[in-house]
């Protein structure tokens, strides 16, 4: 079954701690990317990744990194998570075949920092 | 660049009833154009998109959308409104010139009543 998997699905830490949120893919996709989604703001993308070892800010980079080692691997970074990011993260992939094409997002990790 | 409005942050129908969800667009050169929705704790998952075929667009579960460049619109519309509608939908719009980064709007949360 073609499908985005995140983990994990839920999770709470405390401001400062680092952690990590993994994304896969097992569409061969070559685009990749992180969103955020906030109430009222919609998604805002974080990161993306046109293919492996190629990535570039989104919308809302600070506080994030990724790393793009695998063509089916895309984690997202938390190196000192704050309150202001706890949200609904979502993982999304798509071919790299331009704007036409559909995203497949995964099904999202709520993270929230205390 | 790319921007999206979607009028209305919730909007309530009754069952049987018309659904219109209003999505407007800027963009400086053609646009692909998409709509998503978000049922409870999922994901987001394709009702359809534009992507410079025939202005009027059908997609999955009854829904539909038609390009409007005049109006710059691109409102999603459904006859007759069932209770597994209510969802939150989001309209995107992405274009060469924003490197095919898919924007999204605020997005809007349909109720329907029984």
């Known amino acids: 079954e073609a499908q985005v998997t995140q983990n994990p699905r839920y999770l709470i830490t405390v401001t400062g701690k680092k952690l990590t949120v993994t994304c896969s893919q097992n569409?061969?996709?070559?685009?990749m990317s992180w969103y955020r989604q906030d109430p009222g703001l919609g998604l805002r993308q974080i990161y993306y990744s046109m293919n492996v070892e190629v990535t570039d800010k989104g919308d809302v980079p600070e506080g994030y990194k990724v790393s793009r080692k695998e063509k089916r691997n895309f984690p997202l970074i938390l190196e000192s998570p704050s309150p202001n990011q706890t949200s609904l993260y979502f993982c999304?992939?798509?071919?790299?075949?331009?704007?036409?094409?559909?995203?497949?997002f995964g099904p999202g990790t709520r993270l929230t920092v205390l | 660049a790319q921007s999206v409005t979607q009028l209305g942050s919730h909007v309530s129908v009754s069952e049987g009833a018309l659904v219109l969800l209003r999505c407007n667009y800027s963009?400086?050169?053609?646009?692909?154009l998409f709509w998503y929705v978000q049922y409870p704790n999922q994901g987001l998952q394709l009702l359809l998109k534009?992507?410079?075929?025939?202005?009027l667009v059908k997609g999955i579960n009854g829904f539909e959308a038609e390009f409007k460049k005049s109006e710059t619109s691109f409102h999603l519309t459904k006859p007759s409104a069932h209770m597994s509608d209510a969802a939150e939908y989001f309209c995107?719009?992405?274009?060469?010139?924003?490197?095919?980064?898919?924007?999204f709007g605020a997005g809007t949360r349909l109720f329907v009543k029984a």
């Open positions: 999304a992939s798509r071919p790299q075949t331009g704007g036409i094409d559909t995203q497949y």
């Open positions: 963009s400086s050169v053609p646009p692909y």
């Open positions: 995107a719009v992405s274009a060469i010139t924003g490197g095919f980064k898919t924007i």
């Open positions: 534009y992507t410079s075929a025939a202005t």
């Open positions: 569409m061969n996709h070559e685009y």
